[in-house]
């Protein structure tokens, strides 16, 4: 399928040379829309306008939508009135709220004039929902039945008003708007007959969500039961909207993208990175690498301290760097597990101990590998390969003594820290690689010093 499409935009961009725009129209008529969309954000800027102007009314829309921000709120200023009107027709009412969050207060004012008053007013609605929540991102496009309909009357309603609708496939069932049941379009399809009353075929046990519910518990939830939509409620049980399947991925991807960035050290962005300039990447990255710089200093500290014991055994620096990522390296790998487990919902604060115990008991196996194997290397590469009489066994025990200290603690705090960020309500990710490190490699200093002090420096 990638090299159909590299295929595609190659042949594109070479009509595109040749002027051939009839010729472009015909070809990108076959294509999917976020194709589409790739192509168009890839030639002149000037040809954009032109070239989106050439696409089928039913395949624009879905093209406007898969395009950065920076593109739409370019085509939304050269679109005319009347095509401007086209585009938002075809949108769905969480699409425009989404066009809108990304776009700058004059160009909002111009959709906001130009969409009809019932999209104005769901809008205008779902815009108070706080961000990230249920609300915030459903679509007031549903399927709604009322308990005593027939069969044969839902599916005439469906034909008629379901080309309108985000998600038709789950149809609700509701009384005095009161979500009462849902059902399938294949539950209708399979009925014995049309004249069946829907109430005898819907499913009463409705999973949904609040519209203040999290937008991460929400595809947690969509995901978990395999859903196409999920119903949205407000305080008295009311139906006010659904989230398909497809926005929950957009949720995953986005939360997904938010804590590597923040496992990385960085401030998320909603920026792509070929789009974000060096300055956004600088202001995303600065703020925690003059925190960790900051913070390393303690480690200076710890070095500075014992430099009158380090001036008597030099061997010991050498061992500092092995020592410190190794420590850094355990640390990560329990926090990501630890965070990912949390993110799915299979860790809770409760389970703390069980998750320390663990941590411990894997934390003893590395250890103790890795100090075996560190052991031989220090013995046969440094002392006898390397000719270097300063390595001695004590030196050597000392070492990996600090080794497996160092990876008990640093896998101990790999995972008590996410739970405890999560416990306090801040996001699990920050407690990741970056901080995680830095306080393993003043820990490990503080190990390996303490156990010199004992056995080489009695």
Known sequence: MAELTTTFEKTIHKLLDEKKFSSVK????????????????????????????????????????????????????????SELTAILNELYVNEAVDLIDEMPANVVERILNHVDASMRKDINQILQYPENSAGSIMTTEYVSL??????????NYIRKNGVDKKSFYTCYVTENRKLIGRLSVKDLLLAK????????????????????????????????????????????????????????????????????EIMAGMTPSDKTYLRASPFNLFKHRIGWLML?????????????????ALSTCVILTAFIPMLMDTGGNSGSQSSVTVI??????ELDFSDLPKAIGKEIGTALLCGTVLAIVCFGKIMLVDRILMHNPDVTVMVALTVCLTMILTVLVAKTIGCILPLCAKKLGF???????????????????????????TLLFK
């Open 26 to 81: 015909d070809v990108l008529a076959t294509m999917a829309p976020s194709d589409v969309a790739s192509i168009l954000q890839d030639v002149d800027e000037k040809l954009i306008p032109v070239i989106f102007r050439l696409l089928p009314k039913s395949l624009a829309a879905d093209v406007f939508i898969e395009m950065d921000s920076d593109f739409q709120e370019q085509l939304i200023k050269g679109f005319s009135d």
């Open 292 to 308: 960790l710089m900051v913070s390393a200093t303690f480690t200076g500290m710890i070095i500075t301290n014992f430099e009158t």
């Open 146 to 155: 009322n308990r005593g309909t027939t069969v044969g009357q839902a599916i």
């Open 340 to 345: 990912r487990a949390i993110s799915l919902n």
């Open 193 to 260: 007959n049309d004249d069946q009353i829907i109430d005898s075929l819907m499913k009463t046990n409705v999973i949904s969500v609040k519209t203040h519910t999290d937008q991460e518990e929400v595809a947690q939830l969509i995901s978990k039961y395999n859903f196409m939509a999920l119903p949205v409620v407000d305080n008295e049980d009311r139906i006010v909207g659904i989230i398909s399947f497809d926005d929950a991925i957009e949720v995953m991807e986005d939360e997904v993208t938010e804590d590597i």
């Open 427 to 453: 996001d699990p990710a920050v407690m990741a690689s970056p901080f995680i490190t830095t306080t393993v490699d003043a820990l490990s200093l503080l190990v390996y010093f303490g156990i010199a002090k």
